[in-house]
């Protein structure tokens, strides 16, 4: 033990390393395709994120914060609906072991894509005034025209990027995402420049919707023969039938997680006004970039690794423990800055009026913090089929984050005590699913 000790402090800046403990090991890290896939999938999403910040000054000039609060409903509307846009079926067609059965899924995600976009555009028709007054926001009714399209677009782009990261195709996804970081922007300035209302932030909204999914659908189909392979009825309803796990358990543990998300904007809708949603939104897209920038590289590979190495050995442990690592250290960084500076940073980058918007950030960053770390590691639930337990969870986030925003909104609270007890709560939540997560990282052949 001692001469480790006398080791370590030889060399203190290696073990601050989350990978490894020496040079050479380190280098033959950084030549392996699971660095290397990573790197991809961070540049892309480097550049949208740097995209997105230099953006954000002048766009949050340009639209006041009651634009940017029916945005953030409209956004939490279609993040609902879409949950059931394939029914989550979309996990088959890169857990499938040969490709034959994987475009069999994807035929079957398309097609309840389809289904659901259809529905969705019935329950808009019928009860869009109903939605409009129960959340507080008239301005929004217009504007729940184009949730089916939101919701079919959405949904066909995550079909195509999971089949994509089965495919391997890194460079398609970086390049689609680089794409987007650099139109998205554009359109929401230029026309906000032009038009001073909220109609340059949705056709930018759209935008990003439409335009990936028919870039992937288009390579993706012509590489691999995806729109004309492949569609047999009779198999695509057996592969549905054998796959039922996955509405019966992954989908409602999935739209109580989604829920959840959205539940503040929700309730601070319902119970104070748009602007104030703006306001909570800025945080949250701030302090959500961390989190995309990293996990999203992240989560693509650890999910194929993962999966590859479950599949091949009975245990994904090694992949999982380096991935805990590497998020353990990075998730410092950006919770000190906000800690410490939040309020201020917000005022300086966004204007004062926007300050609010720091405050929330310094409550919420424990969260969002042990989310960076939990959402790449959760996936092992899926990995070893633990979807019961993984929507226990999930009902107790709803009902638990229910509780209190509506107790304490119901007592006139104030809004940081309000988002302080619901920080609090989820961290302690992604406590135990680290936890759990390990546990199932290794194969339970007690049963076998």
């Given at each position: 033990m001692g001469q480790v000790q006398k080791q370590a402090c030889q060399h203190p800046g290696l073990t601050r390393s989350p990978l490894k403990t020496n040079s050479v090991q380190l280098k033959s890290i950084i030549r392996n395709d699971y660095f290397k896939n990573v790197f991809k999938l961070a540049t892309g999403s480097t550049i949208a994120q740097v995209m997105a910040i230099v953006s954000a000054p002048?766009?949050?000039?340009?639209?006041?914060k009651e634009h940017y609060g029916t945005l953030g409903l409209y956004m939490a509307i279609v993040g609902t609906i879409g949950v059931f846009s394939t029914l989550q079926y979309n996990q088959t067609i890169l857990l499938e072991k040969n490709d034959t059965d994987s475009h069999v899924a994807l035929w079957l995600n398309r097609l309840l894509n389809i289904g659901i976009s259809l529905f969705s555009l019935l329950l808009v028709l019928l009860l869009g005034d109903f939605i409009c007054s129960l959340l507080n926001n008239e301005s929004l009714k217009p504007w729940l025209l184009l949730v089916p399209i939101s919701?079919?677009?959405?949904?066909?782009?995550?079909?195509?990027?999971?089949?994509?990261?089965?495919?391997k195709e890194y460079n398609l996804l970086t390049t689609n995402t680089v794409l987007i970081s650099l139109l998205v922007p554009f359109?929401?300035?230029?026309?906000?420049?032009?038009?001073?209302?909220?109609?340059?932030?949705?056709?930018?909204?759209?935008?990003?919707?439409?335009?990936?999914?028919?870039?992937l659908l288009f390579v993706l189909g012509k590489r691999y023969g995806i729109n004309s392979r492949h569609f047999d009825f009779s198999i695509i309803k057996k592969l549905a039938k054998k796959n039922w796990r996955y509405p019966a358990f992954v989908l409602p543990s999935e739209f109580i997680n989604n829920f959840t998300n959205q539940l503040p904007v929700f309730m601070i809708s319902r119970y104070l006004n748009p602007g104030m949603v703006g306001v909570y939104n800025l945080c949250t897209r701030m302090l959500a970039m961390p989190i995309n920038l990293i996990t999203g590289a992240i989560t693509e590979v650890f999910k194929q690794n993962a999966s590859e190495e479950y599949h091949a050995t009975g245990s994904c442990r090694p992949v999982f423990i380096k991935t805990l690592k590497l998020l353990s250290?990075?998730?410092?960084i950006p919770t000190?800055?906000?800690?410490?500076?939040?309020?201020?940073?917000?005022?300086?980058?966004?204007?004062?009026?926007?300050r609010m918007a720091g405050e929330f950030a310094r409550i919420l960053i424990i969260m969002f913090a042990g989310?960076?770390?939990?959402?790449?590691?959760?996936?092992t639930f899926f990995i070893a089929h633990k979807m019961m337990e993984d929507f226990?969870?999930?009902?107790?986030?709803?009902?638990?984050?229910?509780?209190?925003?509506?107790?304490?909104?119901?007592?006139?609270?104030?809004?940081?005590?309000?988002?302080?007890a619901f920080a609090l709560n989820y961290a302690s939540i992604y406590l135990i699913y680290?936890?759990?997560?390990?546990?199932?990282?290794?194969?339970?052949?007690?049963?076998?």
């Open positions: 002048i766009t949050y000039r340009i639209y006041s919701v079919f677009f959405n949904g066909q782009n995550e079909i195509m990027r999971v089949y994509a990261n089965r495919k359109l929401s300035i230029s026309i906000g420049l032009v038009r001073n209302d909220i109609l340059g932030l949705f056709i930018a909204l759209l935008a990003s919707q439409v335009l990936p999914s028919v870039i250290v990075i998730a410092i000190l800055v906000i800690l410490f500076t939040g309020p201020d940073l917000f005022a300086f980058v966004f204007g004062n009026e926007w989310k960076l770390i939990v959402s790449p590691l959760s996936y226990i969870w999930h009902v107790w986030m709803l009902v638990s984050n229910l509780f209190i925003f509506w107790f304490m909104f119901s007592l006139e609270y104030p809004i940081n005590s309000v988002l302080l680290i936890f759990r997560s390990y546990n199932f990282s290794v194969q339970d052949k007690s049963h076998l």
